[in-house]
């Protein structure tokens, strides 16, 4: 077994609104190496989007560690860079090429003319090239979040970390992203980890599928996915995940988005 | 059952494309474009208020109470062609100038403050709340004990009329930067000045522009005003001065001509200025409409 490139141990994290102390995610383990799509999929309220922004250095946890490359994380870092569900991520007063250029530039990765160029060769992995000049609030949200993910890829960081990327997009526009996403990753084999409330979601992006349960999140289960939603013996692997999430009932109330 | 009845009432079809329909575009006709035009159509209103002026004026015919408008236009002529108003103009704007960039430089420090530490907001809120209401013209008669007859004192009003305004809504405008944003600027490694530079400013400058805008009429208002009170003990003054002036001279025409002077001037830096910023920055973005 090789090491890992993310070490998650017995995380445990909190955080405060107005009147109480929420316990998000309880001892939390999991391990993600390199090229690999993890996703982290669990109900509403399974802190799994708190684990995700933990990962991302935004939240230390109180108890536990998380190491990427060994490394202990304390801060956010261009080694691990966010893409976010909302699609005001992107800075609106700079151009999709401008918005690319930006996290070189910022994080000064690359400047100048090599960052131009490897913007644009982003931009086109993702189809944009057309759009390269606009300025976001002229792009429909699917190619807002195209840009977002260019700009995450760009950065080429060890991990790409994902926070329900696609959920405020139509059910169309999710599906084609969703195999733009596997294509991408056929092409560079980027590690990324992925988080989604949707389990159809999970087994078609993930080869690795952590699953939580709610309040506080806790490690159900960890599976592997081939992609197609298929156990060998007739059965599904999306009816198994949801039989371990929600019990062994009619999957009537299956998440379908 | 009931399938198969609904079927039999309500056949399928597929019907062919009609393409001879009458327009499908039309240009809009020569005097529906000029009437969309909303230059064209304010111009209009303003004529028709100059002819309605000139001839109620002609009505009172009392040139020292009312001037008709065609000699409140050759008073105002007559004061540009002989250096008057463009003088006094010159003065006003260069102690507007100098009050309105101070004041921004001491709001840019008390917003930094506040951004900066939570004591720092506390005092940003409690300071604009207790003095945002005071006139700046109140403050005249205390800058003139502190300051003396002179542009210290004007500078001191106008500093009080741009601070708080330009201050509190450059707050409010990067305390509404969203989460996401934030997040976005840190993960990328921005933090201190660059961070504020890079993120917060361009994310928040809708609301600091109009803090801009705000402060810019404030401080235009707060000086004329400033000048008429006491103007008249400067040797030379700004237009507020020259209104008052001719006020006392009974030269009623020349006392609009200098109000006239004021509009343009205060709309010249609405509509040229801020207009042309807002056009490049907000509304390209798509942050405003």
């Known amino acids: 077994m090789p090491e890992p490139l993310l070490d998650v141990r017995g995380v445990t994290l909190q955080y405060r609104t107005k009147d109480r102390l929420v316990t998000a995610t309880y001892r939390v383990s999991f391990r993600v ?77 690359l400047s100048g003319k090599a960052a131009e160029d490897r913007a644009m060769q982003y931009i086109e992995k993702v189809n944009l090239a057309s759009f390269a000049n606009s300025l976001p609030h002229t792009l429909s949200g699917g190619m807002k979040q195209r840009v977002a993910i260019a700009r995450g890829m760009a950065m080429e960081p060890a ?10 997009l139509d059910a169309l526009t999710r599906t084609k992203m969703q195999e733009e996403l596997l294509q991408l990753w056929q092409d560079t084999r980027f590690t990324v980890l992925f988080v989604t409330h949707s389990i159809p979601e999970a087994v078609r992006i993930g080869n690795r599928i952590l699953l939580l349960s709610p309040h506080p999140g ?25 039989d371990l999430l929600f019990g062994a009932t009619q999957p009537e109330n299956v998440h379908h988005d | 059952m009931t399938d198969q009845r609904a079927q039999a009432e309500r056949p399928e079809f597929v019907s062919e494309l009609q393409t001879d329909f009458g327009v499908v575009e039309k240009p809009l006709t020569t005097w529906e474009k000029v009437y969309n035009n909303p230059t064209v159509r304010k111009t209009a209103l303003l004529a028709a208020l100059a002819i309605l002026w000139e001839l109620y004026a002609r009505k009172v015919d009392n040139p020292l109470l009312f001037p008709t408008f065609s000699a409140t236009v050759a008073a105002l002529w007559q004061g540009i062609a002989s250096g008057v108003i463009p003088q006094r103009t010159f003065f006003s704007m260069k102690v507007l100038l100098q009050g309105y960039f101070a004041g921004l430089v001491l709001a840019g420090m008390l917003t930094a ?68 944003l934030r997040m976005v600027g840190r993960n ?22 109009t803090g801009l805008k705000i402060g810019w009429a404030f401080a235009w208002r707060t000086l004329i005003a400033a000048e008429l009170v006491f103007g008249v003990s400067q040797g030379s003054g ?52």
Request: glycine share 10%.
């Open chain 1, 33 to 109: 190496f390199q090229s690999d799509r993890f996703v982290i999929l669990g109900p509403s309220g399974c802190g799994k989007s708190t684990l995700l922004k933990s990962v991302g250095g935004y939240l230390d946890p109180v108890e536990g560690e998380i190491r990427l490359g060994g490394e202990v994380i304390r801060k956010p870092g261009p080694d691990r860079v966010m893409v976010f569900q909302e699609f005001d991520q992107l800075l609106p007063w700079k151009t999709v090429k401008e918005n690319v250029m930006f996290a070189l530039t910022a994080s000064r990765r």
């Open chain 2, 113 to 180: 403050l506040a951004t900066a530490t939570r004591i720092g907001t506390d005092l940003l809120e409690t300071l604009s709340s207790m003095l945002n209401p005071l006139p700046a013209i109140a403050l005249l008669p205390l800058a003139v004990l502190w300051f003396g007859l002179g542009n210290g004192s004007l500078i001191f009003v106008l500093i009080h009329a741009v601070l708080w305004a330009v201050a509190l809504n450059t707050h409010a405008g990067f305390r509404s930067v969203s989460q996401t």
């Open chain 1, 218 to 242: 806790q490690v159900k289960a960890e599976l592997n996915s081939t992609g197609r939603d298929d156990l060998g013996n007739g059965a599904k692997l999306s009816q198994r995940i949801h």
């Open chain 2, 188 to 209: 990328y490694g921005l933090s201190g000045p660059r961070y504020v530079g890079l993120i917060l400013i361009p994310a928040a400058f809708p609301q600091i522009l």
């Open chain 1, 159 to 168: 991990i790409l970390l994902m926070d329900e990327p696609f959920a405020a």
């Open chain 2, 238 to 289: 700004g237009l507020g001065w020259y209104i008052f002036e001719n006020k006392n001279l009974l030269e009623t025409a020349n006392v609009f001509g200098g109000l006239f002077t004021v509009i343009l001037i205060g709309l010249a830096v609405d509509n040229l200025i801020f207009r042309n910023i807002e056009r490049k920055t907000v509304n390209k973005w798509g942050m405003q409409t």
